[in-house]
């Protein structure tokens, strides 16, 4: 079955920029909605932004400014990179699949946490 | 659009039922598909959330008939009808009417 694994590393410092892989196995990226989402106990669930996988994109306007989504079809890897963090970004962050019908989420990857901290 | 959930948590014998309600500040029905965009997961600790619910009351595949969805326009609520040990976990509502999608806060659901 299609499964979906976060990578990165899991400690960033601030200022820095958090770089995260999303790799799916088991199926294609193609026909689907690829969401970034994360999770921490202040801010509970926030949706990042997402990515179709011809490349289109959009993102919360709260990040906007900090973070670019990326795809790469062959690869079957969705990327996440925001940028000049602190550590108000410590959180767990998942990736997760959508229809192409409606943003909601039907498949999750196990979630990475990242800490920022000096 | 802000989702509002209630209660925080709840406590539910096993057996009985438990009702999960949740608000959007604005309606997130669209009448020209007649649709709410409204979904509900299930998330265990150390665990990423699971879709039960889309599109309000539609169950997804593999959820058993014990979680149904209903409600339409600013008022949802998840029921489970006969709550089982399992079902022990937070649940949170979620809107996509609207970009950025976003969730409600979450409801702890446990064993009295």
């Known amino acids: 079955q299609v499964q979906l694994q976060e990578s990165g590393p899991g400690l960033v410092k601030p200022s820095e920029t958090l770089s995260l892989t999303c790799t799916v196995s088991g199926g294609s990226t193609s026909y689907y909605y690829w969401t970034w989402i994360r999770q921490s106990p202040g801010k509970g669930l926030e949706c990042i932004g997402y990515?179709?996988?011809?490349?289109?994109?959009d993102y919360n306007p709260s990040l906007k400014s900090r973070v670019t989504i990326s795809v790469n079809n062959s690869k079957k890897q969705i990327s996440l990179k925001l940028t000049s963090v602190t550590a108000a970004d410590t959180a767990v962050y998942y990736c997760a699949r959508g229809p192409f019908d409606g943003r909601y989420f039907d498949l999750w990857g196990q979630g990475a946490h990242v800490s920022i901290s000096s | 659009i802000v989702m509002t959930q209630s209660p925080d948590s709840l406590a539910v014998s096993l057996g009985e039922r438990a009702t999960i309600n949740c608000r959007s500040r604005q309606t997130i029905f669209y009448s020209s598909d007649n649709k709410n965009y409204l979904a509900w997961y299930q998330q265990k600790p150390g665990q990423p959330p699971k879709l039960l619910i889309y599109?309000?009351?539609t169950r997804q595949s593999g959820v058993p008939d014990r979680f149904s969805g209903s409600g339409s326009g600013t008022d949802f609520t998840l029921t489970i009808s006969s709550l089982q040990a399992e079902d022990v976990a937070v649940y949170y509502c979620?809107?996509?009417?609207?970009?950025?999608?976003?969730f409600g806060q979450g409801t702890k659901v446990e064993i009295k």
């Open positions: 979620q809107q996509y009417y609207s970009d950025p999608p976003t």
């Open positions: 990515i179709y996988y011809t490349g289109a994109t």
């Open positions: 599109w309000a009351s």
